[in-house]
């Protein structure tokens, strides 16, 4: 797998040690909503959880996979994948990790109720499960999977035994929450902090923090503040606003690398009628204008890319076309980021049959994503340039994904981590046509559809040549993209600050990681 190497950007000496403080606490910019780890596909969730519970293979920080749980990893055949599990293991109560807790854990993702986003996009593949001996287990697929070991990245190990029958609040209260990572979870105060304390007997390299303690908080002058007043001693999602300031000040250090999280528009290509969507005296439409392609395109162009990354992002941010930043597989040359074009989407419009525009309301998070709700209301005056009177609806975003995921919006502001590093992850959640049964489409909230897409991904998903594969990813991501089932805007960058002594590698997963986090 090509990666991209993220090499942090240090703007100030780091060689005044860190005081003997055996504690950390950070301040994290995205809410976290559930401590189950299987219950919301939500990278804060997912960040959280990683510290708490292991997958069978991990990442490095630039991407490339690891062995996790898993020691090593092979193909007995074309649709068999064979694990074999440390024997070293134990979870945080004392029992042993065995591969039964393995299948407890791929089993109980698709029965996890009300799951916002599911993680069956990682685990529908899986057709049959085999337990060799207790470290030894083999999945079957019903065709050729090449991405079995990905996948497995992203699925996060539950005991069998302290999750039988565990509902999402018996993890949420800790009673459930018994994983084999770094960190034994103490406990979790929605919306204000989650408080770990170190496994002291992993399996991997100790944790050099005793306790950790991730403070939420999602409003960035706090966040900031919380830095320079030595609250906190890092935070995630520095903003951009305050990034030349704090890059400026000798107590503190920059991290930074570009970003596998695809910030996009989701619009609603499914439905006749769609809710948001009206003339300009407010009356609802009969007709859906976001299902015609011209109307797609107008919007695209009416969108001025390079503003949005220059003047909202600080340039902490690189425009783009598709679904992958260039070097991580599944980019393709083909596909460059749209030209503003306001004059060439006024055309559009107008051959639509929408001369003088019409109304919509773009729904977004407020507290998820970097400037989010500062780049909806960009998008919405761009858009009014050209006729499309929008409307920004902002709010935060346990509420948001929850109403999301119930196709209760017409077009969204969003954001996706490609968490196996490549364009199949995006493809499977964001474009392929929904349908629970196979994990495809699990985010794609505009229901868009395309056969010919479909035909692709599935070609691709069961190529064993990476060559091969890869071009087939870049020939779907075409498809998908050219027909504007989303529109792609930028990748951010990640952006983290520590105070002078502590350092920390930059991650293109935006994962911020405690035991990361390195006195010096």
């Not at 070293?88 to 393995?102: C, E, M, N, R, Y």
């Not at 290509?269 to 109307?295: I, Q």
């Amino acid at each position: 797998m090509r990666t991209l190497l993220a090499v942090p950007l240090l703007v100030s000496s780091l060689a005044a040690p860190v005081a003997a403080a055996a504690d950390l606490s950070i301040a994290l910019g995205g809410d976290v909503t559930s401590m189950d780890p299987h219950f919301h596909n939500l990278t804060p969730n997912n960040n959280i959880g990683a510290h708490v519970f292991d997958t069978l293979v991990m990442k490095e920080p630039g991407g490339r996979i690891k062995p996790g749980l898993a020691e090593s990893w092979r193909a007995v055949d074309d649709t068999t994948w064979e694990f074999m599990l440390r024997k070293d293991v134990k979870f945080h109560d004392g029992s042993i990790f065995t591969a039964a807790d393995v299948i407890f854990s791929l089993d109980r993702i698709p029965n996890v109720p009300n799951s916002p986003s599911p993680f069956t996009t990682y685990t529908k593949q899986v057709t049959e499960k085999v337990v060799v001996d207790p470290w030894t287990l083999r999945l079957k697929s019903a065709a050729p999977y090449p991405q079995m070991p990905n996948d497995m990245s992203t699925v996060l190990i539950v005991s069998s035994k302290a999750a039988a029958g565990a509902t999402t609040d018996d993890f949420n209260t800790g009673k459930a929450t018994v994983g084999t990572g770094p960190f034994k979870f103490v406990r979790w105060r929605k919306g204000d902090r989650i408080e770990l304390a170190r496994n002291d007997a992993y399996w991997g390299p100790k944790a050099p923090w005793d306790r950790v303690t991730f403070r939420i908080i999602t409003s960035d002058p706090t966040r900031v503040a919380s830095l320079l007043a030595g609250e906190v001693r890092a935070i995630e999602n520095v903003p951009t606003t305050d990034l030349a300031k704090l890059a400026g000040n000798k107590e503190l250090a920059i991290y930074r690398t570009v970003s596998v999280r695809l910030m996009y528009l989701h619009l609603d290509t499914a439905r006749d009628r769609t809710p948001f969507a009206t003339d300009k005296a407010g009356k609802p439409l009969d007709k859906n204008p976001l299902r015609d392609l011209r109307v797609r395109r107008a919007m695209s162009k009416a969108i001025n890319r390079q503003a949005l990354v220059e003047r909202v992002m600080e340039g902490a941010a690189v425009t783009t076309g598709q679904l992958m930043p260039e070097n991580f597989f599944g980019f393709t040359p083909a596909l460059k980021p749209e030209p503003y074009d306001p004059e060439g989407a006024r055309k559009l419009l107008a051959e639509a049959g929408y001369p003088d525009g019409f109304g919509l309301t773009l729904h977004a998070p407020n507290n998820r994503y970097v400037n989010d709700e500062q780049i909806a209301q960009a998008i919405a005056q761009l858009l009014a340039k050209v006729g499309i009177q929008a409307r920004v609806d902002a709010m935060p975003s346990s509420v948001y994904f929850s109403r999301g995921s119930k196709l209760e919006f017409s077009f969204m502001l969003v954001g996706w981590g490609a968490e196996t590093m490549e364009a199949s992850s995006p493809l499977k959640a964001l474009l392929a046509t929904f349908n629970a049964a196979k994990g495809m489409g699990a985010a794609n909230r505009g229901r868009y559809s395309n056969p010919g897409l479909d035909a692709v991904l599935d070609q691709a998903l069961a190529t064993v040549d990476d060559s091969k594969r890869e071009r087939l990813l870049q020939q779907a991501t075409e498809i998908g993209v050219g027909d504007l089932g989303i529109i792609p805007l930028y990748h951010q960058h990640n952006l983290w600050a520590a105070r002078r002594g502590i350092v920390y590698e930059a991650r293109a997963d935006e994962r911020t990681f405690a035991h990361e986090f390195k006195p010096r």
